[in-house]
């Protein structure tokens, strides 16, 4: 596998500047067995994922990336685990909000997706 701290840089350049511009375009990083826990509730699958995106209740989102970790998380399985933290704005507010999110990313997902190099 290539770098991982490579592919998962990347990935979140890509993951939040997609986030920030138009979250509904989100939906080729996920399957149809991708979880996503927001707050304490599991949500599963493509089209639910989504629509939790882009229900939330802000029109405008600036994230600005803090830390990034990545490591290989399977010796069996081609995934990388990324843990995020960092900070953001919505709908022009003046107070940064802190964040943190963890994504697993699989292989079928990396190859799948064409994540443009800075």
């Not at 701290?5 to 979140?12: G, K, R, S």
């Not at 997609?18 to 080729?28: C, H, V």
């Not at 803090?66 to 919505?90: C, H, N, R, W, Y």
Request: with cysteine.
């Amino acid at each position: 596998m290539a770098d991982p701290n490579e592919i998962a840089t990347q990935f979140v350049r890509f993951y939040y500047s997609t986030f920030d511009n138009d979250r509904s375009q989100l939906g080729p990083l996920y399957r149809a067995d991708s979880m996503l826990t927001w707050e304490g509730s599991p949500i599963q699958g493509v089209n639910a994922v989504l629509e939790k995106l882009v229900g939330l209740p802000f029109a405008k989102v600036a994230h600005k990336v803090e830390t990034l970790d990545a490591q290989p998380s399977s010796p069996s399985v081609a995934s990388i685990l990324v843990s995020v933290t960092g900070a953001l704005k919505v709908d022009d507010g003046e107070q940064e909000l802190k964040f943190s999110q963890r994504e697993l990313l699989c292989v079928r997902i990396l190859t799948a997706l064409s994540i443009p190099r800075h």
